[in-house]
């Protein structure tokens, strides 16, 4: 009896398989010494982001490129900014050095807290991107599966996405989301509707708009229109019952709309934030940090409207002010200093933080939480730190409320 590709991977997962049959291989069926599945032993399972954490996917430098500047993307970048003309594959040492970042964090992920780290596979993201509607010179990378995937309890659904280099993005982690079909009878595997990210869906004069930036995202206008939903994972923290969906460059209205719907009907509360400080807004994950299940950081640049300070206090979160040690940002990379609070909770204790981020480990020490030190500074160009270079699979606990 032959095995599909990616199973039986470590030890005892065949005997776990429903026997399926699949392009007329058939699979091991479940031994009968093994208990029927229940949530409790899924494999997909993650209602937080604090939550223990069991197994964990680490994206991978290999094969990534630069984006030419598209519509959506040139809005993000600072006049003059290296990345606004060049673009196709990343230098050969740029990949070597997020990929020694990444396995000295998967080490440690591993070592100590006996995660189990899985990696997306190697695609080459330099080649066209093309579709009916669009088509750009090349791809984006593999490395930022946060921006790409969202887990929410035994469902992931891949994001619509929003920057047409990355609508094939999902590519890289088919693979072992269909073995974690194969593996997991619950796993619940949903894609969201891919945009046409067709010309009307960009605002072609934002750049050139008479209104300042200041008052375009005061007002919610960005450089993506409302045509159709969009939205990207890294916009969505996941609090157990409830989920805030930041609407910025890359998640619409509309985006947050089908989330809403979505997530509504499996009896979640969505929410809808924005931070009309952040004057390029893309992605919530240094804007509005949870580190467990009562303490959350807040970027002291870019402060939660009144409305969302209320919902905090009124549940009993604790805000602490987030910091940074305004280390020189590369010149590749769209992200700010900001990127200090780009952290990982391992636990409710032990948070994942860039090693030279000397004001970050004493804001969480003096906090009660234990800074697990890793440097993790060049993976900043391929577009974020600890939180956005993984995406959650399992971590240990139920559903709950923290907004009772
Ligand atoms: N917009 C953020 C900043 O530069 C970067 C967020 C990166 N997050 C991510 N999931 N890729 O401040």
């Given amino acids: 009896m032959q095995q599909l590709k990616g199973l039986g991977t470590s030890t005892s997962k065949s005997s776990r398989h429903l026997a399926v049959k699949v392009q007329n291989v058939v699979l091991q069926p479940r031994a009968s010494t093994v208990p029927p599945s229940t949530s409790s032993s899924s494999i997909v399972n993650s209602w937080t982001e604090w939550q223990p954490l069991k197994e964990i996917i ?5 094969m990534s490129c630069m984006m030419k500047t598209e519509p959506a993307f040139k809005a993000k970048l600072k006049e003059g900014h290296a990345l606004s003309s060049s673009f196709g594959r990343r230098a050969a040492e740029a990949i070597e050095d997020g990929e020694r970042e990444l396995a000295e964090f998967i080490n440690v992920l591993e070592g100590k807290f006996g995660v189990v780290c899985r990696r997306p596979e190697v695609i080459d993201w330099n080649m066209p991107i093309k579709t009916p509607d ?4 090349n791809g984006n990378t593999s490395s ?6 969202l887990t929410v309890g035994n469902e992931i659904v891949e994001a619509t996405m929003s920057l047409r280099g990355r609508f094939f993005e999902y590519r890289c982690y088919r693979s ?6 194969e593996r997991d009878p619950d796993f619940k595997w949903t894609s969201a509707p891919k945009p046409s990210m067709n010309d009307s869906m960009y605002r072609s004069d934002y750049l050139t708009s008479s209104m300042d930036r200041t008052e375009l995202v005061s ?9 159709e939903p969009i939205w990207d994972a890294a916009d969505i923290m996941r609090f157990g019952k409830d989920m805030f969906v930041l609407n910025s460059f890359t998640t619409n209205r509309k985006g947050y709309e089908w989330l809403k719907r979505h997530f509504n ?9 924005d931070f009309p400080d952040d004057l390029a807004p893309m992605h919530i994950d240094t804007n509005f940090v949870p580190l467990n299940g009562n303490t959350i950081m807040l970027n002291p640049k870019r402060p939660p409207r009144p409305w969302l300070m209320r919902l905090l206090q009124e549940n009993g979160w604790k805000t602490i002010v987030g910091t940074s040690n305004g280390l020189p940002v590369h010149p590749l990379s769209h992200c700010s200093e900001w990127l200090s609070c780009n952290v990982l909770s391992i636990d409710e204790k032990h948070v994942a933080v860039e090693a030279q981020e000397t004001k970050m480990h004493e804001l969480l020490s003096k906090n009660g939480f234990e800074p697990v030190l890793v440097p993790l500074r060049s993976i900043a160009q391929f577009g974020g730190a600890f939180h956005c270079c993984t995406a959650d699979v399992r971590r240990e606990g139920d559903l709950k409320s923290y907004f009772p």
Avoid: S
């Avoid at 680490?58 to 290999?62: A, I, L, Q, T």
């Avoid at 930022?144 to 995937?149: E, G, K, N």
């Avoid at 009907?265 to 934030?273: M, S, T």
């Fill in 58 to 62: 680490v994206g991978r430098c290999e």
């Fill in 134 to 137: 669009f088509e750009v010179p």
């Fill in 144 to 149: 930022m599966p946060r921006d790409v995937l």
């Fill in 176 to 181: 072992l989301l269909n073995e974690y079909f």
């Fill in 219 to 227: 007002k919610r206008i960005y450089c993506t229109n409302e045509t």
């Fill in 265 to 273: 009907q499996r009896g979640l509360r969505v929410h809808f934030v």
